[in-house]
Protein backbone atom coordinates (compact mmCIF):
# COMPACT_ATOMS: atom_id res chain seq x y z
CA UNK A 1 0.00 0.00 0.00
CA UNK A 2 1.75 3.50 -0.94
CA UNK A 3 2.57 5.82 1.79
CA UNK A 4 0.33 8.55 2.33
CA UNK A 5 2.14 11.97 2.44
CA UNK A 6 1.00 15.33 4.01
CA UNK A 7 1.68 18.77 2.54
CA UNK A 8 1.31 21.61 4.94
CA UNK A 9 1.33 25.14 3.05
CA UNK A 10 1.47 28.35 4.28
CA UNK A 11 0.11 30.64 1.65
CA UNK A 12 0.43 34.47 1.46
CA UNK A 13 -0.24 37.03 -0.63
CA UNK A 14 3.04 37.54 -2.42
CA UNK A 15 4.97 34.00 -1.20
CA UNK A 16 4.59 30.74 -0.20
CA UNK A 17 6.22 28.43 2.42
CA UNK A 18 5.52 24.35 2.14
CA UNK A 19 6.65 21.30 3.66
CA UNK A 20 6.63 17.65 2.84
CA UNK A 21 5.83 15.23 6.20
CA UNK A 22 5.78 11.10 5.99
CA UNK A 23 2.84 9.89 7.52
CA UNK A 24 5.74 9.01 10.54
CA UNK A 25 6.14 12.66 10.79
CA UNK A 26 9.63 13.10 9.38
CA UNK A 27 9.71 16.02 7.11
CA UNK A 28 10.93 15.39 3.83
CA UNK A 29 11.69 18.36 2.19
CA UNK A 30 10.60 21.92 2.23
CA UNK A 31 9.85 24.56 -0.83
CA UNK A 32 8.52 28.29 -1.53
CA UNK A 33 6.80 29.48 -4.08
CA UNK A 34 4.05 32.17 -5.58
CA UNK A 35 1.61 33.44 -3.05
CA UNK A 36 -1.94 31.46 -2.73
CA UNK A 37 -3.92 34.76 -2.25
CA UNK A 38 -6.83 34.34 -4.68
CA UNK A 39 -8.71 37.35 -4.18
CA UNK A 40 -5.43 39.41 -5.39
CA UNK A 41 -3.99 36.77 -8.49
CA UNK A 42 -7.36 34.72 -9.09
CA UNK A 43 -8.28 31.19 -8.63
CA UNK A 44 -6.26 29.81 -11.64
CA UNK A 45 -2.77 31.11 -10.65
CA UNK A 46 -3.12 30.50 -7.23
CA UNK A 47 -4.20 26.56 -8.34
CA UNK A 48 -0.78 26.82 -10.77
CA UNK A 49 1.31 28.08 -7.82
CA UNK A 50 0.29 25.66 -5.36
CA UNK A 51 0.94 22.74 -8.00
CA UNK A 52 4.20 23.95 -9.11
CA UNK A 53 5.02 23.93 -5.07
CA UNK A 54 2.98 20.20 -4.03
CA UNK A 55 5.33 18.55 -7.77
CA UNK A 56 8.41 20.58 -6.36
CA UNK A 57 8.07 18.47 -2.94
CA UNK A 58 6.70 15.43 -4.33
CA UNK A 59 7.58 14.94 -8.35
CA UNK A 60 5.23 12.37 -10.89
CA UNK A 61 2.01 11.70 -9.05
CA UNK A 62 0.54 13.10 -6.04
CA UNK A 63 -2.46 11.41 -5.40
CA UNK A 64 -1.09 10.05 -2.44
CA UNK A 65 -0.65 13.22 -0.95
CA UNK A 66 -3.68 15.20 1.88
CA UNK A 67 -2.60 19.14 1.62
CA UNK A 68 -3.79 21.23 4.26
CA UNK A 69 -3.39 25.42 2.91
CA UNK A 70 -3.28 28.21 5.11
CA UNK A 71 -4.68 30.55 2.53
CA UNK A 72 -4.63 34.84 3.40
CA UNK A 73 -7.63 34.85 1.36
CA UNK A 74 -9.87 33.11 4.15
CA UNK A 75 -11.32 34.45 6.99
CA UNK A 76 -12.50 30.72 8.42
CA UNK A 77 -12.17 27.51 7.74
CA UNK A 78 -13.14 26.68 3.53
CA UNK A 79 -16.72 25.99 3.11
CA UNK A 80 -17.48 23.56 0.50
CA UNK A 81 -18.20 25.62 -2.33
CA UNK A 82 -14.65 27.47 -1.57
CA UNK A 83 -13.02 24.14 -1.62
CA UNK A 84 -14.30 22.88 -4.75
CA UNK A 85 -13.85 26.13 -6.40
CA UNK A 86 -10.10 26.35 -5.15
CA UNK A 87 -9.38 22.42 -6.09
CA UNK A 88 -11.03 22.97 -9.85
CA UNK A 89 -9.92 19.61 -11.95
CA UNK A 90 -6.48 19.95 -10.24
CA UNK A 91 -6.95 18.74 -7.04
CA UNK A 92 -9.04 16.80 -5.45
CA UNK A 93 -11.06 17.81 -2.62
CA UNK A 94 -11.28 14.98 -0.28
CA UNK A 95 -7.51 15.38 -0.34
CA UNK A 96 -7.54 19.65 0.56
CA UNK A 97 -7.65 20.95 3.76
CA UNK A 98 -8.34 25.06 3.59
CA UNK A 99 -8.28 26.99 6.59
CA UNK A 100 -7.25 30.70 7.35
CA UNK A 101 -3.43 31.06 7.42
CA UNK A 102 -3.74 32.98 11.20
CA UNK A 103 -5.70 29.43 12.13
CA UNK A 104 -2.87 27.24 11.02
CA UNK A 105 -0.35 29.76 12.91
CA UNK A 106 -1.79 28.97 15.56
CA UNK A 107 -2.11 24.88 14.83
CA UNK A 108 1.42 25.11 15.32
CA UNK A 109 1.76 26.39 18.55
CA UNK A 110 -1.74 24.80 20.44
CA UNK A 111 -1.31 21.77 17.96
CA UNK A 112 -5.13 21.78 18.11
CA UNK A 113 -5.59 22.71 21.65
CA UNK A 114 -7.43 25.73 23.06
CA UNK A 115 -5.56 29.12 22.32
CA UNK A 116 -5.23 32.49 21.11
CA UNK A 117 -2.90 33.89 18.23
CA UNK A 118 -1.53 37.38 17.55
CA UNK A 119 -0.23 38.01 13.72
CA UNK A 120 1.55 41.30 12.84
CA UNK A 121 2.75 41.91 9.50
CA UNK A 122 1.98 43.76 6.73
CA UNK A 123 -1.27 43.49 8.37
CA UNK A 124 -2.80 42.31 11.78
CA UNK A 125 -5.48 39.86 13.40
CA UNK A 126 -6.42 38.03 16.36
CA UNK A 127 -7.61 34.43 16.09
CA UNK A 128 -8.62 32.49 19.35
CA UNK A 129 -9.56 28.63 19.37
CA UNK A 130 -11.90 26.65 21.48
CA UNK A 131 -11.01 23.21 22.49
CA UNK A 132 -13.04 22.10 19.54
CA UNK A 133 -11.72 23.94 16.92
CA UNK A 134 -14.05 26.70 16.61
CA UNK A 135 -12.16 29.72 15.63
CA UNK A 136 -13.31 33.13 16.73
CA UNK A 137 -11.54 36.19 14.92
CA UNK A 138 -10.34 39.42 15.47
CA UNK A 139 -9.04 42.88 14.13
CA UNK A 140 -8.47 41.58 10.44
CA UNK A 141 -10.16 44.79 8.79
CA UNK A 142 -7.87 45.45 6.32
CA UNK A 143 -5.61 48.76 5.80
CA UNK A 144 -8.36 51.13 5.11
CA UNK A 145 -10.91 50.05 8.02
CA UNK A 146 -7.67 49.73 10.61
CA UNK A 147 -4.65 47.11 11.44
CA UNK A 148 -3.76 48.25 14.46
CA UNK A 149 -0.30 47.04 15.41
CA UNK A 150 0.44 46.08 11.70
CA UNK A 151 3.39 47.09 9.60
CA UNK A 152 1.27 49.34 7.32
CA UNK A 153 -0.12 50.86 10.52
CA UNK A 154 3.02 51.67 12.08
CA UNK A 155 4.20 52.86 8.97
CA UNK A 156 1.43 55.35 7.71
CA UNK A 157 1.73 56.48 11.47
CA UNK A 158 5.57 57.27 11.05
CA UNK A 159 4.85 59.37 7.45
CA UNK A 160 2.07 61.44 9.41
CA UNK A 161 4.65 62.06 12.28
CA UNK A 162 7.16 63.17 9.59
CA UNK A 163 4.59 65.39 7.43
CA UNK A 164 3.88 67.16 11.17
CA UNK A 165 7.70 67.56 11.98
CA UNK A 166 8.18 69.03 8.49
CA UNK A 167 5.57 71.54 8.58
CA UNK A 168 5.99 72.29 12.10
CA UNK A 169 3.15 71.08 13.51
CA UNK A 170 4.23 68.47 15.44
CA UNK A 171 7.28 66.78 17.54
CA UNK A 172 10.67 66.80 15.87
CA UNK A 173 11.64 63.27 14.58
CA UNK A 174 14.44 61.09 12.79
CA UNK A 175 11.33 59.96 11.01
CA UNK A 176 11.74 62.68 8.15
CA UNK A 177 15.53 61.98 7.28
CA UNK A 178 14.50 58.26 7.22
CA UNK A 179 11.41 58.86 4.93
CA UNK A 180 13.59 60.79 2.54
CA UNK A 181 16.06 58.17 2.35
CA UNK A 182 13.74 55.41 2.54
CA UNK A 183 11.59 56.71 -0.34
CA UNK A 184 14.49 58.04 -2.57
CA UNK A 185 13.07 61.97 -2.31
CA UNK A 186 14.60 64.72 -3.80
CA UNK A 187 12.27 67.07 -1.87
CA UNK A 188 10.02 65.91 0.65
CA UNK A 189 6.30 67.08 -1.16
CA UNK A 190 7.27 64.41 -3.80
CA UNK A 191 6.43 61.57 -1.29
CA UNK A 192 2.74 62.46 -2.58
CA UNK A 193 3.70 61.14 -5.97
CA UNK A 194 5.62 57.66 -4.38
CA UNK A 195 3.03 56.82 -2.29
CA UNK A 196 -0.20 57.44 -4.57
CA UNK A 197 1.67 56.28 -7.67
CA UNK A 198 -0.67 53.14 -8.67
CA UNK A 199 1.95 51.05 -8.49
CA UNK A 200 2.40 51.39 -4.56
CA UNK A 201 1.03 48.94 -2.73
CA UNK A 202 0.06 48.55 1.00
CA UNK A 203 3.03 46.02 1.34
CA UNK A 204 5.11 48.52 -0.11
CA UNK A 205 4.56 51.15 2.26
CA UNK A 206 4.52 48.77 5.24
CA UNK A 207 8.04 48.58 4.61
CA UNK A 208 8.72 51.68 6.12
CA UNK A 209 7.65 50.25 9.59
CA UNK A 210 11.39 48.72 9.69
CA UNK A 211 12.60 52.03 9.86
CA UNK A 212 9.91 53.25 12.22
CA UNK A 213 10.70 50.60 14.78
CA UNK A 214 14.71 50.70 14.12
CA UNK A 215 14.24 54.26 15.21
CA UNK A 216 12.23 53.28 18.63
CA UNK A 217 14.90 51.14 19.12
CA UNK A 218 17.47 53.88 19.10
CA UNK A 219 15.49 56.55 21.36
CA UNK A 220 13.58 58.39 18.53
CA UNK A 221 10.44 59.34 21.16
CA UNK A 222 8.38 59.69 18.77
CA UNK A 223 9.00 56.59 16.87
CA UNK A 224 9.01 55.20 20.19
CA UNK A 225 4.95 56.42 21.02
CA UNK A 226 3.78 55.22 17.21
CA UNK A 227 5.44 51.65 18.10
CA UNK A 228 3.75 51.41 22.03
CA UNK A 229 0.60 52.81 21.23
CA UNK A 230 0.50 50.63 18.22
CA UNK A 231 1.25 47.08 19.85
CA UNK A 232 -1.05 48.54 22.56
CA UNK A 233 -4.19 48.33 20.78
CA UNK A 234 -3.22 44.86 19.76
CA UNK A 235 -2.93 43.65 22.99
CA UNK A 236 -6.41 45.51 24.12
CA UNK A 237 -7.96 43.46 20.85
CA UNK A 238 -6.74 40.22 21.83
CA UNK A 239 -7.35 40.82 25.64
CA UNK A 240 -10.93 41.85 24.90
CA UNK A 241 -11.57 38.64 22.95
CA UNK A 242 -10.24 35.86 25.21
CA UNK A 243 -11.35 38.31 28.71
CA UNK A 244 -13.99 35.84 29.82
CA UNK A 245 -11.20 33.19 30.10
CA UNK A 246 -7.61 34.13 28.96
CA UNK A 247 -5.19 31.31 28.44
CA UNK A 248 -1.99 31.47 29.93
CA UNK A 249 0.07 32.33 26.92
CA UNK A 250 -0.88 34.72 23.66
CA UNK A 251 1.17 33.24 21.25
CA UNK A 252 2.46 35.60 18.49
CA UNK A 253 3.98 35.60 14.84
CA UNK A 254 4.92 37.85 11.76
CA UNK A 255 7.26 40.08 10.62
CA UNK A 256 7.09 42.86 13.59
CA UNK A 257 7.46 40.34 16.27
CA UNK A 258 9.89 38.35 14.77
CA UNK A 259 12.42 40.92 13.86
CA UNK A 260 11.95 42.88 17.05
CA UNK A 261 11.74 41.04 20.00
CA UNK A 262 11.58 43.87 22.23
CA UNK A 263 7.88 44.52 20.36
CA UNK A 264 7.06 41.13 21.90
CA UNK A 265 7.44 42.67 25.50
CA UNK A 266 5.77 45.73 25.13
CA UNK A 267 2.80 43.35 23.86
CA UNK A 268 3.13 41.35 26.93
CA UNK A 269 3.63 44.69 29.33
CA UNK A 270 0.29 45.99 27.71
CA UNK A 271 -1.66 42.05 27.80
CA UNK A 272 -0.79 42.27 31.52
CA UNK A 273 -2.55 45.16 32.08
CA UNK A 274 -5.84 43.65 31.40
CA UNK A 275 -4.83 39.51 32.11
CA UNK A 276 -2.23 39.99 34.60
CA UNK A 277 -0.73 36.36 34.41
CA UNK A 278 -0.55 36.24 30.36
CA UNK A 279 2.45 35.93 28.81
CA UNK A 280 3.90 35.98 25.27
CA UNK A 281 5.55 33.84 23.07
CA UNK A 282 6.69 33.25 18.99
CA UNK A 283 4.79 30.66 18.00
CA UNK A 284 7.20 26.97 18.43
CA UNK A 285 6.87 25.99 14.89
CA UNK A 286 5.80 27.63 11.28
CA UNK A 287 2.59 27.85 10.10
CA UNK A 288 3.62 25.61 7.43
CA UNK A 289 3.98 22.54 9.76
CA UNK A 290 1.27 23.94 11.73
CA UNK A 291 -1.02 23.91 7.66
CA UNK A 292 0.85 19.63 8.06
CA UNK A 293 -0.15 18.82 11.46
CA UNK A 294 -4.02 20.18 11.12
CA UNK A 295 -4.26 17.96 7.87
CA UNK A 296 -3.58 15.15 9.89
CA UNK A 297 -5.27 15.83 12.35
CA UNK A 298 -8.20 15.85 10.16
CA UNK A 299 -7.56 12.96 8.80
CA UNK A 300 -7.22 10.85 12.26
CA UNK A 301 -3.61 10.30 10.95
CA UNK A 302 -1.83 12.68 14.49
CA UNK A 303 -0.67 10.56 17.11
CA UNK A 304 1.44 11.46 19.99
CA UNK A 305 4.65 9.78 18.79
CA UNK A 306 4.12 11.46 15.31
CA UNK A 307 3.64 15.04 16.67
CA UNK A 308 7.26 13.97 19.06
CA UNK A 309 8.73 13.39 15.75
CA UNK A 310 8.02 16.24 13.79
CA UNK A 311 8.82 18.12 16.64
CA UNK A 312 12.06 16.76 16.86
CA UNK A 313 12.24 17.07 12.72
CA UNK A 314 11.79 20.69 13.44
CA UNK A 315 15.00 21.68 14.72
CA UNK A 316 16.61 19.97 11.81
CA UNK A 317 14.73 22.36 9.14
CA UNK A 318 14.91 26.02 8.89
CA UNK A 319 11.15 26.90 8.19
Request: proline share 3%; net charge negative; aromatic share 8%.
Amino acid sequence: MAQTYYIGADGGGTRTTACLLSSNGEILAVHKGGGLNYHAIGLEKARENLKSIVLSLLPGEYENAVIGAGLSALDDKATREQLLSFCGDVFSPDRMLLHSDAYMALMAATLGKKGVLAISGTGSMIVSSDENGIQTPAGGWGYLLGDEGSSYSIAVRGLKAAIRFYEGTGEETSLLSKAMEFFSLSSFRSLIDKIYDPNTMPSDIAKFAKEVLTEAKNGDAVSYEIAKDEITSLASTLSALVKDDPPETAWVFGGVFEHNSWMIDLFEEALKKRCPNMKAALIPMSPAVGAAIYAMKQKNALTDEVLSNIQSAYREWNL
